[in-house]
């Protein structure tokens, strides 16, 4: 279950303990999602979505095709996370340089 969600959980985690990094309150309000981040950057709505969409179907099929192999699903879930992760370090640094 957690792969098949992994784009959302991944950004809200993420946010969460960047927040606590910086000692934000992080019970306020705030717009620092990565989605939200990348919607500002210029991607849109539209962006957005698409870019995780194709995040969510990939890992949806990976944990669909991975279901009953648990080494590799393992090892698929530790795949999407760097790739999770070089694409949220990616909107950072573009988000930075705004």
């Known amino acids: ?4 969600f992994l784009p959302f959980v991944f950004d809200a985690t993420l946010t969460l ?4 990094w910086r000692r934000e309150k992080v019970w306020q309000a705030h717009r620092t999602h990565f989605y ?3 919607a500002q ?4 709505h539209l ?6 969409g194709v995040l969510m179907m ?3 099929l990976t944990a669909v095709l991975l279901f009953r192999q648990s080494e590799a699903l393992l090892l698929a879930l530790v795949i999407w996370v760097i790739i999770h992760l070089g694409l949220f370090a990616a909107i950072h640094r573009y988000d930075m340089t705004k």
């Open 41 to 44: 950057t210029g991607a849109g």
């Open 58 to 60: 990939g890992c949806a």
């Open 47 to 52: 962006g957005t979505l698409v870019v995780y």
């Open 1 to 4: 279950m957690l792969l098949v």
């Open 17 to 20: 303990l960047c927040r606590l």
């Open 36 to 38: 939200q981040r990348l």
